[in-house]
């Protein structure tokens, strides 16, 4: 069974950090393009950073150009997603998908269906 599990979320004062991670389980990474998305209730779903694990290549959303980083562990099998200088509009349920081959600003400008349940950030002092 092909999963993607999401972990890292919680709450965080404004100008904190948290990791997120993308564990996947039943396939391996290579070939795919994993992308990170996030929706806040009320608004629609936002491509926020994704990563081709066939070379490497990155693309973030310029609202969060300089504060995310997005990563791999190959042994891990693990994508993250490192946040820094949060604000309160980073608010929302995280969750990460799977492409193949996809090219990484297609995956990001085309926000897929979660695979798992995703993690919730919440930003607030």
């Known amino acids: 069974q092909l999963q993607l599990v999401e972990s890292g979320g919680g709450l965080v004062q404004p100008g904190g950090s948290l990791r997120l991670s993308c564990a996947a389980s039943g396939f391996t990474l290579n070939y795919y393009t994993i992308g990170w998305f996030r929706q806040h209730p009320g608004k629609e779903r936002e491509g926020v950073s994704c990563l081709s694990v066939n070379d490497d290549t990155t693309y973030y959303a310029h609202s969060v150009k300089g504060r995310f980083t997005i990563s791999r562990d190959h042994a891990k099998n693990t994508v993250y997603l490192q946040m820094n200088s949060l604000k309160s509009e980073d608010t929302g349920l995280y969750y990460c998908?799977?492409?193949?081959?996809?090219?990484?600003?297609?995956?990001?400008?085309?926000?897929?269906?979660?695979w798992g349940q995703g993690t919730q950030v919440t930003v607030s002092s």
């Open positions: 998908a799977a492409g193949l081959l996809t090219p990484v600003q297609a995956m990001c400008d085309s926000p897929r269906d979660p």
